[in-house]
């Protein structure tokens, strides 16, 4: 069965730095999203992504943050300019349509020194 | 505004013993429902959905959950759990598009 695959499954970066974190989404789907989960708390919408756009973001998803389809396959992350509050598990999901169950990768975590 | 509440933050069931998770919306309309667990270390996975239809669905592992309109209520059943279930299970609703999932209930296992 298809899957979404998120690297790195880990990623230690000190406070100030860049962040990219990657995602390939299942190859037929359409929609795209990304969540933050952080430890012990429940999972929060970041921002979904369809056609080449931000279609829906939540406010947590603030200009430090930023996604991007830079090729037909990868859907990446990025964190600017990176707090401690960034750390948590962070999932990627795609879909093929709205309101269809979303298929969830691994997740990377981010801890941020 | 949307939400979804689980009020049971930690459930401790005997292996072989019947499994009931509470899940309760807030939303105007019927909207789409569904079921995910989480074990830890790993992502997300659908154990079942709701969209319309016959009330009572049926998951993946043996799981079932039903919709119940007028408690706006989805909770998630399962007749004898497996030491395998000890995991985190959160429900969710999809408005548009975006996913507004609980706060999860952690479900331990005991032989």
């Known amino acids: 069965e298809p899957e979404v695959t998120q690297t790195p499954s880990h990623q230690v970066t000190q406070m100030g730095q860049e962040v990219i974190l990657r995602c390939v989404p299942i190859?037929?789907?359409?929609?795209f999203y990304w969540y933050r989960q952080i430890l012990g708390q429940k999972v929060e919408f970041l921002v979904s992504f369809y056609n080449n756009e931000i279609s829906e973001k939540s406010e947590i998803f603030d200009d430090q943050f930023s996604v991007e389809r830079p090729d037909g396959s990868n859907f990446t992350l990025k964190i600017r300019s990176t707090k401690l509050e960034d750390s948590a598990m962070y999932f990627c999901?795609?879909?093929?349509?709205?309101?269809?169950?979303?298929?969830f990768g691994d997740g990377t975590r981010l801890s941020i020194l | 505004a949307q939400s979804v509440t689980q009020p049971d933050i930690h459930i401790t069931v005997s292996e072989g013993a019947s499994l009931e998770l509470r899940c309760n919306y807030s939303y105007g309309a019927t909207p789409y429902l569904f079921w995910y667990v989480q074990s830890p270390g790993q992502g997300l996975q659908l154990l079942l959905k709701y969209f319309s239809g016959d009330t009572l669905v049926q998951g993946i592992k043996g799981f079932e959950a039903e919709f119940k309109r007028s408690q706006s209520s989805f909770n998630l059943r399962k007749p004898s759990v497996h030491w395998s279930d000890a995991a985190e299970y959160f429900c969710a609703v999809v408005v548009g598009n975006q996913f507004y999932f609980g706060t999860g209930t952690s479900l331990t296992v005991i032989p």
């Open positions: 190859s037929n789907h359409l929609y």
């Open positions: 999901a795609s879909t093929l349509g709205p309101n269809q169950p979303q298929h």
